[in-house]
């Protein structure tokens, strides 16, 4: 079982339309999930930072974390075709947990269609 | 994503050749972590390091590629002796503290090996 897993899509969405992306993870240890966007031949920019569970919102962007099901959610309101890009779920147990390296799901890659 | 500077952005080598990637942190970060980005493939953790130290290198191939991030001047990785399975978008991504604080990532350097 891969650490982190995310459907790779293409997901495709008409614009306005509510998207829903998804990680689901295995290892307990991690406490620490972040969301990035990356368009094509740049680098991730950080979305949204999440510590443990429960849930962020910021803008049009809403992170949702349960740990009791080791599943994380980024939900974002009112799409826009800016919004095409591929979403990076990532996450980290840090210094506590014994490792400080961002383990990250695959992506999906989402398409906003006006 | 500007804070993190990378150069080259992009780089061609020949099999056999040497390739280094400089990565300059953000104002005021002193953790640096490398990642590798194959086509089609997850963002993999190559190396964490703290100014003259490595902390974690438990991504990096055994053979070939180093990284330093010295008491002054820009972190490197090195590869040496190139092979086509190389080719591949190097990240590099700086934070203040460890995951316990959000990390920022460059545009990448885009190596080719031909």
């Known amino acids: 079982q891969k650490e982190v897993e995310q459907d790779p899509g293409p997901l495709s969405v008409p614009e306005g339309a509510i998207v829903s992306l998804n990680c689901t993870y295995s290892?307990?240890?991690?406490?620490?999930f972040m969301w990035y966007r990356q368009y094509s031949r740049k680098g991730p920019e950080l979305l949204m930072y999440t510590y443990s569970s429960g849930n962020k919102e910021d803008g049009r962007f809403t992170a949702q974390v349960d740990k009791s099901s080791k599943y994380i959610s980024l939900f974002i309101r009112d799409s826009q075709p800016s919004d095409s890009a591929t979403y990076l779920c990532a996450m980290s147990a840090g210094s506590q947990g014994g490792s400080e390296k961002l383990v990250f799901g695959k992506g999906t890659k989402l398409t906003v269609n006006p | 994503n500007a804070g993190v500077m990378q150069n080259p952005r992009h780089l061609v080598r020949r099999r056999g050749q040497e390739a280094r990637l400089r990565c300059s942190p953000m104002?005021?970060?002193?953790?640096v972590y490398w990642y590798r980005q194959l086509p089609e493939e997850g963002l993999k953790f190559m190396v964490y390091?703290?100014?003259?130290?490595?902390?974690?290198e438990s991504g990096m191939p055994k053979e070939r590629f180093s990284a330093e991030f010295p008491k002054e001047g820009p972190s490197i990785l090195r590869i040496q002796q190139v092979v086509r399975g190389d080719s591949a978008a190097y990240f590099c991504?700086?934070?203040?503290?460890?995951?316990?604080?959000?990390?920022?990532f460059g545009e990448g350097s885009w190596l080719t090996v031909v």
């Open positions: 104002k005021g970060h002193s953790h």
């Open positions: 991504a700086s934070s203040l503290v460890g995951t316990g604080n959000t990390i920022y």
């Open positions: 390091l703290q100014k003259e130290n490595i902390i974690d």
């Open positions: 290892n307990s240890a991690f406490q620490y």
